[in-house]
């Protein structure tokens, strides 16, 4: 099996590393900076799942892989996704899978428009993972956990392909025939865990202990539910009362990738997340205040990021 990674970041580096160890034809694009990086000292995964190091195929935007890939992974961050759509599109031939990894909902719809005669997969990443400085992706969960899915059927043969040679990898990874719905539930969990933890720029230990801490946690996830009921994907109650769970444990000192982008002073996927989530509950004239003020509150940011640019 052939697959193109789009991004060798935290994780196209992290399912790139597991696909090579499955013995899959793994090709990165990268960018010139990252490409060199890949080409001079090869791909290097440090995880307490197992490390990986090894040498990577690497190509350049414009190139072209020596081969037609079965599928095209999309791991880049949202503010990149027009870029690398343009990088992409060329290799998109009848039966070349393409699979998003991004956070979010609203690039399905986006990439089907787009691509009508591409097989589209969703995709879902549970687990954290780093691109260092040193070039170094850094896998900082206990866990990582893949789903995959077709858009617009209820298999896929090469979602199934890449789920079993993540598998026989060691990856926690996964088929499903509703894809929507799984990206919906994370969506939902996402928006409130980064908007929560981006807007009072705290862990959600620190948010508990801090003066209504639980109450406007569980204020936020109630708001992105009802939005997913609105849009026609409830969550089932038993992952419900997970999120509430593990957003209200004493001390935890979980942050989201939103807020370490914030305090890295990098761009974020905060109108991916928070505003388009703001946008289907405005559609559907819902209140839902706290997501409002932290979509705001992102949003503010991104402005001083425009104007010092
Ligand atoms: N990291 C994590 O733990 C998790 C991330 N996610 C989601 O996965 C997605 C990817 O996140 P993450 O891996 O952290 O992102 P990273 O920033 O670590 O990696 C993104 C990579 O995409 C590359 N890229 C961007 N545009 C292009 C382009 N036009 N051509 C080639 N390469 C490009 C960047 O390269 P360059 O250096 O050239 O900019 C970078 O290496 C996001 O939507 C995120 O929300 C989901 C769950 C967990
Ligand atoms: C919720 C989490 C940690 C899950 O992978 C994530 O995707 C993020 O913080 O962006």
């Keep these: 099996m052939r697959v193109v990674i789009l991004g060798a970041g935290g994780v196209g580096g992290y399912v790139g590393a597991r696909l090579i160890e499955a013995g899959t034809d793994v090709t990165f694009l990268a960018r010139e900076k990252r490409a060199q990086e890949l080409a001079s000292q090869g791909l290097a995964l440090k995880s307490p799942l197992g490390d990986f190091a090894g040498r990577v195929k690497v190509v350049r ?7 037609q890939p079965d599928a095209v992974l999309l791991s880049c961050k949202e503010p990149a996704l027009e870029s690398a759509l343009a990088a992409v599109a060329p290799l998109l031939q009848p039966g070349t899978r393409l699979l998003p990894l991004l956070n979010g909902v609203r690039h399905i719809d986006m990439l089907a428009e787009r691509f009508p005669e591409t097989l589209l997969l969703g995709g ?7 691109l260092r400085p040193d070039g170094v992706i850094e896998h900082l969960s206990s866990f990582m956990t893949v789903i995959t899915g077709p858009v617009a059927s209820s298999s896929d043969p090469v979602a199934t392909e890449i789920v079993d040679r993540l598998k026989s990898a060691g990856v926690d990874a996964y088929a499903t025939h509703e894809i929507r719905q799984d990206m919906w539930n994370k969506f939902l ?5 980064a908007g929560i933890t981006s807007l009072m720029r705290a862990s959600i230990g620190i948010i508990l202990a801090s003066d209504s801490g639980r109450e406007r ?5 109630e708001e992105t539910r009802s939005v997913a009921v609105a849009e026609g994907f409830a969550p089932p109650d038993t992952l419900m009362d997970e999120y509430r769970a593990l957003l ?4 935890s000192p979980l942050t989201s990738s939103m807020l370490r982008d914030i305090d890295a002073g990098r761009r974020t996927e905060g109108a991916h997340i ?3 989530m703001l946008a ?4 559907h004239e819902l209140a839902t205040p706290v997501l409002a003020v932290a979509a705001a509150h992102v949003e503010a940011y991104e402005r001083r990021l ?3 640019t």
């Design 217 to 221: 946690i569980l204020r936020l996830l």
């Design 248 to 251: 209200t444990e004493p001390g």
């Design 189 to 193: 969990f996402l928006a409130a865990f």
């Design 61 to 67: 935007p414009g190139d072209k892989p020596a081969d």
């Design 274 to 276: 928070l505003g388009d």
């Design 306 to 308: 425009d104007a010092a």
């Design 124 to 130: 879902i990443i549970h687990g954290a993972a780093n």
């Design 280 to 283: 289907r509950a405005r559609k």
